[in-house]
T-cell receptor, first 115, second 111 residues
Framework: NAGVMQNPRHLVRRRGQEARLRCSPM?????VYWYRQLPEEGLKFMVY????????ESGMPKERFSAEFPKEGPSILRIQQVVRGDSAAYFC?????????????FGSGTQLSVL | DAKTTQPPSMDCAEGRAANLPCNHS???????VYWYRQIHSQGPQYIIH???NNETNEMASLIITEDRKSSTLILPHATLRDTAVYYC????????????FGSGTQLTVLP
């Protein structure tokens, strides 16, 4: 049973480019969470999604950031027109529908570097 | 979710028990205590959770005081691979909401 898969593991972008981060939840999980960890800082919640629905996006920056979790395929965190301050580790987590988020299973993260 | 307080750092000798404290004096009756850890550059890993009874699994033991205002995570025989940031989180279970991570405790296991 594969865990939460995130790709790419490392992503380098120049300022102004777009970054797309992908997250495949564990099999049978329908809840996905995205977190960001800036250098030397703690984990900050960004967004919580269920299939085709955004449930809580209270941690998402108001501009340039968007997330989706389509009926088929992975969840995508999209950052438009990246800036140096977006450089961080982005972690995705998933949880099963029946336990309703009792335990979150995290992926290995995507390290985004903006040049 | 109730606020938690943890020491910023602790050391432990390899092979000894590591006891990580957490204060949660404002915890309410339906809130559970969760512990996660994050080994450097990796995603957080669930360790254990409990409501009021002591809990044990293959990774650790969780001791919750009778008044539930504090708890201790015990790693019975710490190894170098247990060096990580340990997060104590209090939240209501049964509601699919996100976890809020605080600053945690940096545990360093020394050879």
């Amino acid at each position: 049973n594969a865990g939460v898969m995130q790709n790419p593991r490392h992503l380098v972008r120049r300022r102004g480019q777009e970054a797309r981060l992908r997250c495949s939840p564990m099999k049978g999980h329908s809840h996905v969470y995205w977190y960001r960890q800036l250098p030397e800082e703690g984990l900050k919640f960004m967004v919580y999604l269920q299939k085709e629905n955004i449930i809580d996006e209270s941690g998402m920056p108001k501009e340039r950031f968007s997330a989706e979790f389509p009926k088929e395929g992975p969840s995508i965190l999209r950052i438009q027109q990246v800036v140096r301050g977006d450089s961080a580790a982005y972690f995705c987590a998933s949880s099963p529908p029946d336990r309703r988020g009792e335990k979150l299973f995290f992926g290995s993260g995507t390290q985004l570097s903006v040049l | 979710d109730a606020k938690t307080t943890q020491p910023p750092s602790m050391d432990c000798a390899e092979g000894r028990a590591a006891n990580l404290p957490c204060n949660h004096s404002t915890i309410s009756g339906n809130e559970y205590v969760y512990w996660y850890r994050q080994i450097h550059s990796q995603g957080p890993q669930y360790i254990i959770h409990g409501l009021k009874n002591n809990e044990t699994n293959e990774m650790a033991s969780l001791i919750i005081t009778e008044d539930r205002k504090s708890s201790t995570l015990i790693l019975p025989h710490a190894t170098l691979r247990d060096t990580a940031v340990y997060y104590c989180i209090v939240r209501v279970t049964g509601s699919a909401r996100q976890l809020t991570f605080g600053s945690g405790t940096q545990l360093t296991v020394l050879p």
